[in-house]
């Protein structure tokens, strides 16, 4: 059958048989999966399954994202290929799942929540700089914004990750690989007060600290529930009455950059992603952001 049909058939009739899906979520599925597969059969000329790749799915998802659809109708799209193309490999349509690189937010989640410019300078100032901890607090909430780096890698970083001569951090991601990003004068300068003053301070004879940069008050290495404690506690004091999680300062980080006219392949590689279509998520942000100001400011808007 023309648009493998007869694939995307056997695919909700799996759904509906072993997973359980519900009517009106099948026929969402089927939606999408009919969308899709036609757009892969008719504008991309594919005629067999293993010949689609990473690319013609990004292609696709552009389409999407032109079209303004909701970051959830997205989401469920993703989810919708994704397991089609699980399935595929499964019944040995092809041999790999070109859509397990792509990582959009989860069905259901809406766009990330965002601060401004000066949400976030109140967050940086919040810590006492004067005490320990302070230091440590500040340098790793300058750091996570300077960077966008992930909680995960945040909590991770090794003192040997930080090369000052050159003013980069090198940061081990998802998948084990490496990427390095510049780091401003000013999560310098918390980073440097930290490591001279504070990360001393906080090391304990016989307590092993596995390198780690950031290190909790009994020396050991920093828990992700402490990172968030950091974050929320920062906000709490700057006034902030947004949901805030570490993964906030990463957002912000993309948005601000590409608020401020940067390159999204730039931006892709400093966030690490493996696919662009995960940092595109954010010029839906960006898109928002121009249009309430030509609400505010335009006279006939």
């Known amino acids: 059958m023309a ?34 597969l036609t757009f892969i059969y008719r504008d991309a000329g594919i005629r067999d399954l293993s010949g ?21 109708t997205i989401a469920r799209n993703i989810s919708a290929i994704r397991g089609f193309h699980i399935f595929a490999v499964m019944e040995r349509w092809c041999a790999a799942n070109p859509a397990e690189l792509i990582e959009l937010p989860r069905k259901g989640r809406s766009l990330p929540e965002v601060l ?30 300077a960077t966008g780096m992930r909680a995960s ?27 390095l990003i510049p780091v401003g004068s000013m999560a310098i300068k918390a980073l440097s007060d930290y490591m001279r003053q504070a990360r001393p301070m906080l090391i304990r004879t016989g307590t092993d600290t596995g390198n780690r940069l950031f290190l909790s008050y009994r020396g050991k290495p920093l828990s992700r529930m402490t990172l968030w404690q950091i974050v929320t506690d920062a906000a709490g004091k700057a006034g902030i009455t947004k949901s805030i999680h570490p993964h906030t300062l990463r957002h912000s980080f993309a948005t601000h950059l590409l608020e401020g006219g940067a390159d999204l392949r ?13 940092t595109e998520i954010y010029t839906h942000i960006d898109r928002s952001f121009l249009e309430e100001v030509h609400k505010t400011y335009h006279p006939r808007a």
């Open 52 to 72: 689609i790749t990473l690319e013609h799915i990004e292609q696709y998802l552009r389409t999407l994202l032109s079209a303004h659809l909701s970051p959830s």
């Open 153 to 179: 890698e945040t909590i991770e970083l090794q003192t040997d990750q930080y090369i000052p001569d050159i003013r980069l951090l090198r940061v081990i991601g998802k998948g084990n690989k490496e990427r």
């Open 266 to 278: 730039a931006v892709q590689e400093m966030l690490g992603h493996v696919s662009i279509l995960t």
């Open 3 to 36: 648009m493998f049909d007869t694939e995307r058939e056997q695919y909700l009739y799996f759904l509906k048989l072993e997973k359980g899906l519900s009517e009106n979520s099948r026929i969402s599925y089927d939606h999408d999966l009919r969308r899709y």
């Open 116 to 145: 401004d410019q000066d949400e976030v300078a109140a967050m940086l100032e919040a810590p006492d700089r004067s005490s320990v901890l302070g230091k440590r607090d500040a340098a790793i909430l300058e750091l996570m914004y």
